[in-house]
């Protein structure tokens, strides 16, 4: 099985772990520990919140702040715009931010969210059938 595991360098894995949470992310036991949170979004995907002392100890490099620099962007497909707009008001309950307006063009809508950290986050759904007629594919 193929799997991508996200390294993200967090303030507070505790306080990360329950932003993760509400947006719909899960915790895995096995890779949880004090200096890591492993949070997962599908069978595939997992989030590993570290802490930065973690983090720095398998890369030499200087860390960017993610809340002033733009390190990469994350983007999770979702089954509805109800789902979408769901994650996105529990995302900013529990202290993201939402960084631009929302992208609605029809077939697709985009929110963005910032996690406590600055990871940024974009949660996206895509009418297939809508985007199929439209590009004539």
Known sequence: MKQIF??????????SMQFYRKIGFTVNPLFTFDDQKCMVWSDQIYVMLQTAEMFRSGNKKN??????????????????????????????AAGGTAPTPTIDEGFMQLRNIEDLDGHNWGIIYLDIDKFKKMTGK
């Open 63 to 92: 860390l960017a702040d993610p809340k002033e620099n733009t390190i990469a962007t994350f983007t999770l497909p979702v089954e509805s715009i109800e789902k979408l707009n769901e994650m996105i008001e529990n995302g900013l």
């Open 6 to 15: 996200i390294n993200l360098p967090v303030s507070d894995v505790e306080a």
